[in-house]
């Protein structure tokens, strides 16, 4: 069953992409399996992108769930501690350091 999908779908598929592709798995052949009778052979490949894809609404919830926690603790009071703005200031440090300033 095919599903309509708008001009772009969320994983960037165009309709004429899809349609492309669709038209590609209809007209692959036949595979014998044996002597006497011919069975279609299915197969899904992924590319890094389709791959990327799939894991995109998993890794949007996992950054949602963190600014969530990062805004209840700015409401709290809770986020700016001590360790954290030490780290702050030793990034910082850091990054200085490595500029080469000539005088």
Request: proline share 3%.
């Amino acid at each position: 069953m095919t599903r309509p999908i708008d001009n772009l779908n969320a994983g960037g598929v165009s309709n004429l992409q899809l349609s492309l592709i669709q038209e590609k798995e209809a007209q692959k052949p036949t595979v014998r399996s044996n002597g006497n009778s011919l069975e279609p052979q299915d197969r899904v490949e992924f590319s890094r992108q389709g791959e990327r894809l799939a894991n995109l609404e998993q890794v949007r919830a996992q950054r949602d769930a963190r600014i969530a926690g990062i805004r209840e603790e700015i409401r709290n009071g809770t986020y700016e501690t001590e360790a954290r703005i030490g780290t702050v200031v030793d990034r910082l440090f850091g990054e200085l350091s490595a500029i080469d300033v000539k005088a």
